[in-house]
């Protein structure tokens, strides 16, 4: 676990991870939650959030690219819940 990321991004990758159209690899969890806290900075500053932009953390975060679409439907389905 990565001290910089705060628990609770872990806690929504965990969360991924049980929902996830692909399995998830232990070896992600850090990635994971760093995309997420990046991600979840982005919209709580109300940034606006492009393609290139998901892109763009994705490569930052370390995460496969093919995870971002799979992210975003995840991350619509639990704000919708």
Avoid: C
């Avoid at 910089?4 to 159209?21: F, N």
């Avoid at 997420?36 to 393609?51: A, G, M, P, V, W």
């Amino acid at each position: 676990m990565n001290n910089d990321i705060p628990l609770k991004y872990y806690d929504i990758a965990d969360e991924y991870a049980t929902e996830a159209a692909d399995p998830v690899a232990e070896s992600e969890r850090d990635a994971l939650a760093h995309y997420f806290q990046l991600l979840l900075t982005r919209l709580s500053n109300n940034e606006e959030i492009s393609e290139e932009a998901q892109q763009e953390m994705a490569t930052e975060a370390a995460i496969r690219a093919g995870r971002v679409d799979d992210i975003a439907n995840f991350l619509n389905q639990w704000g919708n819940e």
